[in-house]
């Protein structure tokens, strides 16, 4: 199956109950299976420019890119896959922009984004990610979180100082340890997960998770699952209905079939000829 | 003003510590930051720990222990209010970061350049300049320390009446359903589902998937949520049942 035709994919974002400016930017290119969500932070509207420079960034380079060539080729300088070459070049290219914006550009100082992507290939997804904006998966009627924030939080529940039911009572939730555009080297955080026909993959800004409770997340897309710009409106809904007191953006990707590249020699020569 | 610690004894006042530093230990010693001269306590009792606007409670294994709120704990993340009992003595921990500052400013994501090493004011972990200018929407009320506790999840929930769907007909007829979380699913994923939500405004049933519409008094559902009133039937697949709120 081709992989626009093996994925759903819907996204909505809202700028919350409080805020005057969305600073969230989301982008989706399904011919290459790829979904990009940013969280943007700065003064004026640089927080929206830094988010949108991350996203389109990502959506054009890697959608180009893909056009002549496989995701699960082996990228020459680096020996990764290229699915996982592309999403850290693109990341650490989207960096390099936001930072040379924000120091040519004293409206811009300080400018900066978070991002989560997901690319989908060959029955498996590379994630990307940098900063506090997440990804879940729901399988088998559970949710289980894919990434892991780079936060002050997020450290000091590794450290063991604070539980994760404590978690939301802390008065620093808000701190990322890691962003894109504010210095002029960045780290990505990408793994590749295996990805299963049923599985929904959501994307999603703090705005949402800090708002709504996985547990509600989770009933949220269990119960929708069959019915995802439903599930996409709810989730938004709910963290409005909370407070809404931040920008708020989900994307759902939901797995429909199987995507796998195809492997045999009789199909790579006949890919071969045709390129 | 940051955090501190109210230290008391049978309910009068001793004196306040400022949580000035990253680390301070509690303890009979005189090298502790708050020294309590009292056999109860052990030389080197316990331990707060402070990042940023949050504060932790360690036992650092010592003989009589300690609780917080009446409960004995070895690790504590600690509350506005709470109270800390060693010995006789009470500690009490008040933390009115909330109050002073807008909520707004708490939602806002902000970079943390550099590991948290030394006790940072919170004064130095600042926007860029440029983020002041910002315009801002500033909640009226601010959020109060009780709303804080409680977490805010759970506000808009509360505010609404426990309701109930009774089925009426089909092999599960008279079993009730309390709506006690923000979505319950009637029906089954893949087939036929409709959800109930809990919003703080009422609750609301809304079709998802299935061929047939869910019936309120008879009428069928539109793509749009329906509001539900005390005592609508609602019919779906065949199965009758009635919502109704609690007194």
């Known amino acids: 199956m081709k992989i626009a035709e093996a994925l759903q994919i819907v996204s909505r974002t809202h700028p919350g109950m409080v805020r005057a400016h969305n600073e969230d930017s989301i982008g989706v290119e399904a011919m290459c299976g790829l979904v990009v ?85 060959d029955n498996r997804v590379a994630v990307g990610h940098v900063g506090d904006s997440r990804m879940y998966r729901l399988r088998d009627e559970k949710l289980a979180a894919v990434t892991r924030d780079h936060s002050l939080l997020q450290e000091q529940i590794d450290s063991g ?37 049923g599985d929904i993959y959501l994307l999603c800004s ?70 | 003003m940051a955090a501190k610690l ?55 294994d010592s003989t009589n222990g300690l609780s917080v709120n009446g409960v004995p704990t070895k690790k504590h993340f600690l509350q506005n209010n709470d109270v800390i009992e ?39 972990i600042t926007e860029p300049a440029a983020g002041f200018t910002q315009t801002q929407i500033i909640p009226n009320t601010p959020v109060s320390p009780a709303a804080e506790r409680t977490g805010k999840l759970e506000q808009a929930s509360a505010a609404v009446r426990l309701a109930v769907v009774q089925i009426l007909t089909g092999p599960n007829a008279g079993k009730e359903l309390e709506l006690v979380k923000n979505l319950t699913t009637l029906g ?10 809990r919003r703080p405004h009422g609750f609301f049933i809304t079709h998802v998937e299935g061929a047939t519409f869910p019936l309120v008094n008879g009428q069928p559902l539109s793509e749009q949520p329906r509001q539900l009133n005390d005592h609508d039937l609602i019919d779906l697949a065949g199965v009758k049942m009635e919502f109704y709120f609690k007194s």
């Open chain 2, 6 to 60: 109210m230290l008391g004894m049978d309910g009068a006042h001793i004196k306040d510590y400022p949580l000035s530093k990253e680390r301070m230990t509690i303890g009979r010693k005189a090298s502790n930051d708050i020294v309590i001269d009292n056999l109860a306590i052990s030389g080197e009792h316990a331990a707060i720990i402070t990042i940023l606007h949050d504060s932790f409670l360690e036992d650092l």
């Open chain 1, 37 to 121: 969500l940013a969280d943007g932070m700065g003064g004026y509207n640089a927080g929206e420019v830094a988010s949108g420079i991350a996203v389109s960034v990502m959506a054009t380079e890697i959608a180009q890119r893909l056009q002549h060539a496989n995701p699960i080729d082996l990228d020459a300088a680096s020996h990764e896959e290229l699915a996982v070459a592309l999403l850290r070049a693109n990341i650490q290219k989207a960096n390099t922009s936001i930072f040379h914006a924000s120091q040519s550009q004293p409206q811009y100082a300080g400018m900066g984004t978070t991002i989560v992507a997901g690319l989908f290939y």
């Open chain 2, 188 to 197: 089954k994923p893949g087939l036929q589902v409709a959800v109930l939500a």
């Open chain 2, 86 to 124: 060693i010995g006789k003595h009470t500690l009490k921990y008040v933390n009115d970061q909330m109050s002073q500052t807008s909520a707004a400013d708490f939602e806002k994501t902000m970079v943390l350049r550099e590991p948290v090493k030394t006790a940072v004011s919170p004064v130095e």
């Open chain 1, 206 to 275: 703090d705005g949402l998770n800090d708002m709504v409770t996985d547990q509600d997340i989770e009933a949220v897309l269990y119960s929708m699952q069959g019915n995802l710009p439903l599930a996409a409106e709810q989730l938004i809904q709910m963290a409005n209905d909370n407070g809404g007191r931040d920008n708020v953006s989900v994307m759902l990707v939901k797995v429909l079939g199987d995507f796998s590249e195809p492997r045999n020699w009789r199909t790579k020569l006949l890919d071969w000829f045709k390129k």
């Open chain 1, 161 to 197: 100082m604070i539980s994760v039911e404590d978690a939301r009572f802390s008065k620093n939730k808000n701190l990322v340890t890691r962003a894109v555009g504010v210095d002029a080297q960045v780290i990505p955080e990408i793994h590749v997960h295996e990805v299963r026909v």
